[in-house]
């Protein structure tokens, strides 16, 4: 019986390479070949990161630049005569329970735009703000001694010289030097920008009443669909049958979750407005309808989080006496706490961003004072950002930025408690 012939030479007698030969030729170029694909995509992924970092910093350089002047105002520093004046009002008026409404009766924009026109010349009164006569009566309600003399009052300037003095030019750059020439200008933190609602004037708007509606939308959103959404995910993963209706409901979760959110605004609209006839533009009817639109995230996310319990740990909890439900409220829902607060975490920020859904319910609504409950009209951030961008205004760009910066900073603070609380409850097995 004769031997097989070795691997590495054939029948024939000649020797030659094996096909692995580690010094060959062929495998030196294929090794090269590897570690040139390798240094590609890695320089591949090196670029893709870069320039979406590019994109985000020039992103964040425009946003600041530009909302950075939306958080200033330019003021006027302005001497109103009010013993020489024409104001129809009493002083006695004024100290009484009757001020507000004698104060609403006196001739106040025709007094500013008078000692505008004496103090700065012709065309002094295009300069002044039309929320002058706010700073006005508020000088006055303090201090009502102040009819029976002259005073000078810190006004909000003009759209016009606001932007002028900013450095965004136009034709009020002879203003702006003739008023820094009387040292009459000052310019800045716009604290109203922060305490007001939205307005016609852009000197005079503020995101209070946004920030406001936001924070109670987003708190009827969590408060529906963060304990329906982690019941329903503990219902299907721990105590469903496994039947066509549980996958049916499984596969409508899935999809539900991937429909437009616009979707969901004509759903609260049909049923929260049109057949339950709650009020329009409330906080109210916002969350519900972003609680529907939130609550698939956070049940797939919560089953998930609930099938990577390892089974061991229900098994140990069982062989030492604990009941199904101490085993699932005791064990698995605070080890799976974690992966559902991140899809909580995910939810909410969706929410937070969205404006069609809103925009379906009528909150795109020009609301001038913050609400005070939960049913009261109310606009949300991403929808006054909307409608501020669509403002004719160049004052109105600069207040957008603005307001972009409060919306990720809401975002972020969210974001942030709700990182701490998952780091919180997160164990380790």
Do not use: C
């Amino acid at each position: 019986m004769t031997s097989a012939a070795p691997l590495s030479q054939p029948a024939t007698g000649r020797r030659t390479a094996a096909p692995t030969a580690w010094r060959g030729d062929a495998m030196r170029r294929r090794i090269a070949r590897r570690y040139a694909a390798e240094r590609r995509f890695r320089l591949l992924g090196l670029a893709a990161v870069l320039l979406s970092a590019g994109f985000l910093a020039f992103l964040l350089v425009t946003m600041v630049g530009n909302g950075a002047r939306g958080f200033t105002r330019t003021e006027i520093a302005l001497p109103i005569d009010f013993q020489h004046s024409a104001i129809l009002i009493d002083p006695a008026a004024l100290t009484g329970p009757g001020a507000e409404q004698a104060i609403a009766n006196a001739n106040l924009p025709a007094v500013i735009d008078a000692a505008a026109n004496t103090a700065f010349g012709e065309g002094g009164a295009r300069m002044i703000s039309p929320g002058a006569q706010l700073a006005v009566r508020k000088a006055i309600l303090a201090d009502p001694a102040l009819l029976n003399g002259a005073a000078t009052i810190t006004v909000p300037a003009s759209e016009g010289v606001d932007l002028a003095a900013k450095g965004h030019g136009g034709a009020d750059e002879a203003a702006v030097a003739r008023l820094k020439q009387a040292g009459a200008l000052s310019t800045g933190f716009n604290l109203r920008f922060l305490t007001a609602s939205d307005g016609t004037d852009p000197t005079l708007v503020g995101i209070w009443g946004a920030l406001k509606g936001s924070l109670l939308t987003m708190s009827i959103t969590l408060g529906l669909s963060f304990p329906i959404g982690v019941f329903a995910a503990l219902y299907l993963e721990e105590y469903a049958p496994r039947n066509r209706w549980t996958d049916l409901i499984e596969v409508s979760i899935n999809n539900l979750a991937a429909v437009p959110s616009i979707i969901f605004g004509l759903l609260g609209l049909a049923i929260f407005l049109n057949l339950m006839h709650l009020p329009r533009s409330a906080p109210l009817v916002g969350g519900m309808t972003l609680a529907l639109m939130t609550m698939p995230v956070i049940v797939i996310a919560g089953r998930n989080a609930i099938k990577a319990v390892p089974p061991s740990i229900r098994d140990a909890a069982l062989g030492i006496g604990a009941s199904p439900v101490q085993v699932v409220f005791h064990h698995v829902l605070p080890l799976a706490l974690p992966g559902i607060l991140t899809g909580t975490i995910i939810g909410m920020a969706r929410a937070l961003g969205e404006t069609a859904p809103l925009l379906m319910i009528g909150m795109r609504a020009f609301v001038a004072s913050p609400p005070h409950g939960i049913t009261d009209p109310a606009s949300v951030l991403p929808v006054q950002i909307f409608l501020w961008s669509d403002e004719v205004g160049r004052g109105f760009i600069e207040k957008t930025s603005a307001a972009i910066i409060v919306l990720l900073l809401f975002l972020l603070t969210m974001n942030s408690i709700a990182i701490y609380l998952r780091n919180k409850f997160e164990k380790k097995w």
